[in-house]
């Protein structure tokens, strides 16, 4: 059996100087809700408790080894005077600095028990009748995150590591981002992601998201909440991603999986080495020989399931009289959150549930239920542990649930039987517990019943593995390995600058024969829901018609749409070049209708083979639709539901590369579309043919947005133009717009 000093567990020393040594190049500036100390009265003073979850154990070496400091709100009531309560806060300090984050007087309590815990808390637990919104809850979540947010500006250099906690704080990525470019912020969610069709439920989901995308690190506690992450991205923000990163706004954006660990020699080392644990342990063997007991400990929460357990053992004890004396079960449960209505009810309801059975089943030698709505200490809390023959850790749906690995620190020689729900993020990495759907009340009493009569090898044979993950996985590994995914990633990409109106102005003015090409949809137009909808506004018209009527200007919209759209939409325009088909197609002012560019005539025999299959896949995808055009064909999912339209374009594309191997034809994934053309039909032949047609001009734009326009920038990159991509992506425009309207100021200035 694998103990601590085993050489082939990871010393937490070790992984303790990994995650320093990352640190120490940056400072480090770790963000929670709270801070891990908590002011509070003693008589007439305030003074600082600590408290000794697993994130400060981790946290404090690395970040006094960095000259890190921790942010986050330290519980006071607003009274105490910011130089006092500093100093106060410093007094309880642990080598490295606490930071009040200041949150508007009064707002503490609207911030904490507002969005986060009455609408975000129960919705990602899956409890979405329990969700309550207001405007004024949004607007205390809101402004809670930007004090957050001047609280890190204030001691943050810009180019520092920010390791931001759980859903309190999902604005502050991109509140951090908007100052600077080049800090390094991490985000860490405690809690589940749930699925895209519940989080779609979550009023103000859009900013939420767009929140954390400020981040450059996000991590989750399992894999299906990273997936369930990626699936809300497609389907709220049209953003589609990878399984470990997407790009966004000019970034890559890492995504992770690492679920937390705990401290396990800071708990299970008090088992031989705290005088206090063993003698409160010895107390309670003596107190209950000759029983069997189970531990629980949880705060008070609606998403723990302690109704349901409390309902399970009154049916195991009526069911199974022979229990009666046997078995007692030890009930933490830590009060919490008790300014909000659902917690006061529950509180209510397991008092006279927990009575009740007590009442009716408990002899003048025994009670059933052992129920403490009070927080008892860590050496207690080892010793319960310790005893216990079973831990009963059935939440309805947690993130992790630190008690099911607690439990495992606790047991050095393996003896005993976790029982642990499916629904916690634990369960994905600690199979060999009795895993159960706590929903399943009869299902749970069963479970019980066999972790009750199992013998000592299975629960050893149970227990010691992941009693084993649990050392190796601890929660210093679990920071170091965030910090290291921190430090590698955020590496700034070379993003083309911003385009400069003045100088492309000068230039545009100097010159006197000027070639322009404009991309239309997405850069001239912006994208709709249906194709058809893009038709020009009146503005554009007339400056496209203003921009054509300079005779030093030689200007045209290149489109991959078909030749009849153009026609209807800018064919009346005097002197505008149009190009279709992606330039295949071309109209040339003064000649009637249009032309094939340099009188090409590719090969279509690939269409009757291509046809029926994107038919296939419309059959499959209602809303799904094929468009036809002279030379290429189309496949747009725009209306299909976003994830399962980006898996079906997927699977589309992986096929059209097979029937086309023997062709010229090639599949493109545009945005919501799967096209196929002739592979030389592009942008870039397009931008070569009106380059020769237009003579020595001293001056050439080409702006456009998407993969399409790619090529149209590499040629006119040859030729010294102006290139300019609108939106985030990699791109080789020489320049880039954040937004497409940019590109009405930049016609309005060129006709001043
Ligand atoms: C969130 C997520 C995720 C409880 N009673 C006492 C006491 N505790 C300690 C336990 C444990 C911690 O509190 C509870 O942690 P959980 O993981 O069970 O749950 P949450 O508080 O909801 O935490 C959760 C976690 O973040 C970490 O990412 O696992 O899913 O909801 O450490 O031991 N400690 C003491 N006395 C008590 O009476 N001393």
Same mark, same amino acid.
């Given at each position: ?64 080894? =960095? ?136 009023? @103000? ?68 080495? %705290? ?28 998403? @723990? ?6 309902? /399970? ?22 009060? =919490? ?10 509180? =209510? ?5 927990? +009575?009740?059975?007590? *009442? ?14 009070? +927080? ?15 831990? #009963? ?22 003896? %005993? ?38 013998? /000592? ?20 590994? #679990? ?11 955020? !590496? ?55 921009? /054509? ?21 800018? %064919? ?10 992606? +330039? ?38 209602? *809303? =799904? ?18 994830? &399962?339209?980006? #898996? ?23 945005? @919501?579309?799967?096209?196929? @053309? ?6 870039? !032949? ?15 734009? %080409? ?26 992506? !990699? ?10 309207? +940019? ?6 200035? &060129?006709?001043?």
């Amino acid at each position: 059996m694998a103990t601590f000093a085993d050489p082939k567990i990871v010393p937490a020393e070790t992984a303790r100087s990994a995650a320093r040594e990352a640190a120490q190049q940056h400072k480090l500036i770790v963000v929670s809700n709270r801070l891990p100390v908590t002011l509070a009265h003693e008589g007439e003073n305030w003074i600082a408790k600590p408290s000794s979850g697993g994130l400060a154990t981790a946290m404090g070496p690395i970040l006094k080894g =960095s000259g890190g400091l921790w942010i986050g709100w330290p519980g006071d009531d607003g009274t105490l005077d910011p130089a006092e309560r500093d100093r106060i806060l410093h007094s309880g300090s642990e080598g490295y600095r606490y930071v009040a984050a200041e949150l508007e007087p009064g707002k503490a309590q609207a911030f904490y028990e507002g969005y986060a815990n009455q609408t975000v808390w129960p919705l990602f637990h899956y409890f979405p009748t329990r969700m309550n919104f207001t405007v004024e809850s949004w607007d205390a979540y809101k402004s809670g995150n930007h004090a957050f947010c001047r609280a890190v500006s204030r001691v943050s250099n810009g180019e520092d590591l920010i390791w931001i906690h759980d859903y309190h704080l999902m604005l502050l990525p991109d509140c951090l981002r908007e100052q600077t470019r080049n800090a390094k912020i991490g985000f860490f969610l405690h809690i589940p992601f749930p699925s895209s069709e519940v989080f779609a439920m979550l009023p @103000k989901r859009e900013a939420v998201l767009k929140g954390l995308l400020g981040a450059d690190l996000i991590a989750f506690h399992t894999h299906l909440y990273l997936q369930h992450f990626r699936a809300s991205l497609l389907r709220v923000l049209g953003i589609e991603s990878q399984i470990d990163s997407l790009e966004y706004d000019g970034r890559t954006i890492h995504l992770e999986v690492l679920p937390i660990g705990i401290a396990p020699e800071e708990l299970g080392g008090l088992i031989d080495h %705290g005088p206090e644990t063993a003698k409160y342990l010895q107390e309670l063997r003596q107190r209950y020989k000759g029983q069997q007991i189970m531990i629980a400990v949880d705060r008070l929460d609606y998403t @723990k399931g302690i109704p349901n357990r409390m309902r /399970t053992i009154r049916r195991l004890l009526t069911q199974h009289t022979e229990l009666r004396e046997k078995i007692v079960l030890i009930q933490v449960a830590v009060p =919490s959150r008790e300014g909000i209505g659902d917690y006061q009810a529950l509180r =209510s309801e397991l008092n006279e549930t927990v +009575g009740e059975i007590n *009442g009716e089943l408990a002899t003048p030698h025994w009670t059933p239920i052992v129920y403490l709505r009070q +927080g008892v200490s860590r050496q207690e809390l080892a010793a319960l542990y310790s005893l216990a023959d079973i831990a #009963w850790v059935t939440p309805l749906r947690d993130g992790l649930n630190l008690v099911a690995k607690e439990y495992c620190a606790c047991k050095p020689d393996g003896n %005993g039987v976790l029982v642990l729900s499916e629904f916690a993020g634990a369960a994905a990495e600690m199979g060999e517990a009795l895993l159960v759907n706590p929903y399943n009340e009869d299902n749970v009493a069963e479970t019980i019943l066999r972790a009750l009569k199992m013998d /000592t090898a299975e629960r050893q044979a149970r227990l010691i593995p992941m009693r084993e993950r649990v050392t190796r996985n601890n929660v210093f590994v #679990w920071a170091n390995r965030f910090l290291e995914k921190l430090m590698a990633s955020g !590496q700034p990409r070379e993003v083309a600058p911003a385009l400069n109106f003045t100088e492309l102005q000068k230039a545009y003015d100097r010159a006197t024969r000027r070639i322009l090409i404009f991309d239309y949809d997405g850069t001239l137009v912006p994208i709709a829901d249906d194709p058809t909808w893009t038709r020009p506004s009146d503005e554009l018209l007339r400056n496209l018609s203003r921009l /054509t009527s300079d005779p030093a200007n030689v200007v045209a919209v290149v489109t991959g749409r078909r030749a009849r759209d153009m026609d209807v939409w800018l %064919g009346h325009i005097n002197n505008l070049y149009l190009g279709a088909e992606h +330039g295949l197609m071309v109209h040339t002012p003064g000649e009637p209708g249009w032309h094939t560019l340099k009188g090409m005539n590719p090969d279509l025999q690939w269409k009757d083979k291509i046809r029926p299959v994107l038919q296939h896949f419309v059959d499959r995808a209602p *809303g =799904s639709f094929i468009e036809e055009k002279q030379f290429s064909l189309v496949w747009h999912y725009r209306r299909v539901e976003a994830e &399962f339209g980006s #898996w079906l374009a997927r699977e589309l594309l992986a096929l059209l590369e097979n029937l086309l191997a023997d062709t010229d034809a090639r599949p493109l994934h545009g945005k @919501k579309i799967v096209e196929v @053309k002739s592979s030389w039909a592009n942008k870039g !032949q397009f931008a070569s043919w009106l380059l020769d047609r237009g003579g020595r001009a001293e001056f050439a734009l %080409g702006i456009g947005d998407d993969a399409t326009d790619e090529d149209m920038f590499a040629r006119l990159n040859e030729a010294g133009a102006f290139t300019v991509h609108v939106g985030h992506s !990699q791109s080789n425009a020489h320049f880039r717009l954040h937004h497409r309207v +940019g590109i009405d100021k930049l016609l309005a200035d &060129f006709l001043q």
